[in-house]
């Protein structure tokens, strides 16, 4: 069974950086749109960012565009999120993901995805 693991959250002031992990063991990623959600509480789960199996597409929400970046490195079977200038609003369990099937775009939906991590914590202090 595939397993995902995210990395990297932790605590940041407003106006930081975080980078965000997500390697998988079992079966190679790189064939797999990957995606990365966040829940805060209270809240429904968020598409956030994604990335098609070769890197070739990307899918921002429009609360992150522009701040956040999406890429991965296939030879280590990793997808990383790049968050820079996080606001308190960027709070959040974030999850990443993998498609349950193969495509060349990234989808956006949370039923798309079949392989889940358990998630890393963002907290960002105002």
């Known amino acids: 069974q595939e397993q995902l693991v995210e990395s990297g959250g932790g605590l940041v002031q407003a106006g930081g950086s975080l980078r965000l992990s997500c390697s998988a063991s079992?079966?190679?990623?790189?064939?797999?749109?990957m995606g990365w959600f966040r829940q805060a509480p209270g809240k429904e789960r968020e598409f956030v960012a994604g990335i098609s199996g070769n890197g070739g597409a990307t899918a921002y929400a429009d609360s992150v565009k522009g701040r956040f970046t999406v890429s991965r490195d296939n030879a280590k079977n990793t997808v990383y999120l790049q968050m820079n200038s996080l606001t308190p609003e960027d709070t959040a369990l974030y999850y990443c993901?993998?498609?349950?099937?193969?495509?060349?775009?990234?989808?956006?939906?949370?039923?798309?995805?079949?392989?889940w991590g358990q998630g890393t914590q963002v907290t960002v202090s105002s």
């Open positions: 993901a993998a498609d349950r099937s193969i495509r060349t775009y990234v989808r956006t939906g949370s039923a798309a995805f079949g392989s």
């Open positions: 079992g079966r190679t990623l790189s064939i797999y749109s």
